[in-house]
């Protein structure tokens, strides 16, 4: 049974920092990419951030650019997102996400607010 369980988030004021982590079992991490999205209020859910499973590429929505930091540990079958230098609009829910199985899986999520 695939599981992805994710940690870390909570209320950070603007300008600090917080790291999510999500460590998956139930399939081979290593061999798949991993995403985190998340969905603000009244919004749809938005791709934040995506690493490749072999060469551990990175790409990032233009918002989060040079602030957020996705990583992966395959030893631990975790990926985390580092995020800095948060601003109020990052406030969301997140989720990991990994696409295995007929839709996908996806973590319980975890919500993140910034706020003063």
């Known amino acids: 049974q695939v599981q992805l369980v994710q940690s870390g988030g909570g209320l950070v004021q603007p300008g600090g920092s917080l790291r999510l982590s999500c460590e998956a079992s139930?399939?081979?991490?290593?061999?798949?990419?991993m995403s985190w999205y998340r969905q603000a209020p009244g919004k749809e859910r938005e791709l934040v951030a995506t690493?490749?499973?072999?060469?551990?590429?990175?790409n990032y929505v233009d918002s989060v650019k040079g602030r957020f930091t996705i990583s992966r540990d395959n030893a631990k079958n975790t990926v985390y997102l580092q995020m800095n230098s948060l601003k109020p609009e990052d406030t969301a829910v997140y989720y990991c996400?990994?696409?295995?199985?007929?839709?996908?899986?996806w973590g319980q999520g975890t919500q993140v607010t910034v706020s003063s």
């Open positions: 996400y990994a696409p295995y199985g007929f839709r996908g899986s």
């Open positions: 139930g399939f081979t991490f290593r061999n798949y990419p």
């Open positions: 690493i490749t499973s072999a060469s551990g590429r990175t």
